[in-house]
């Protein structure tokens, strides 16, 4: 019964920066996996950010050093600073979260509805 709505897209200019958010109901600490994907348009769907229930992070390479993935466990949400945007970042960003010891119950896990980012001049 996970409900995650995220926040935050917009319009930048390359260079810009944006934080996204992602409400979750319940608590998102006790063993859930939190990520930020984003699809792009004829593009795949990917992983840009992940964040486990103990704090360890990983990221995609093409976002490494300028993305940061947080989770704020008080306030059941999650967060995406992305700075040095680039119109390359431009794309439909979706909030998830993945059970760490139930995953293959829903191997998918759970999503929200999207947030846009489009970076551009």
């Known amino acids: 019964q996970v409900q995650l709505v995220e926040s935050g897209g917009g319009l930048v200019q390359p260079g810009g920066s944006l934080r996204l958010s992602c409400a979750a109901s319940?608590?998102?600490?006790?063993?859930?996996?939190m990520g930020w994907y984003r699809q792009a348009p004829g593009k795949q769907r990917e992983l840009v950010a992940a964040?486990?229930?103990?704090?360890?992070?990983n990221y995609a390479d093409s976002v490494k050093g300028r993305f940061t993935i947080s989770r704020d466990n008080a306030k059941n949400t999650v967060y995406l600073q992305m700075n040095s945007l680039k119109p390359e970042d431009t794309a439909l960003y979706y909030c998830?979260?993945?059970?760490?010891?139930?995953?293959?119950?829903?191997?998918?896990?759970?999503w929200g509805q999207g947030t846009q980012v489009t970076v551009s001049s």
């Open positions: 998830n979260a993945r059970h760490e010891t139930y995953w293959a119950l829903r191997p998918a896990g759970y």
């Open positions: 319940g608590t998102i600490f006790s063993g859930w996996t």
């Open positions: 964040v486990s229930s103990g704090g360890s992070a």
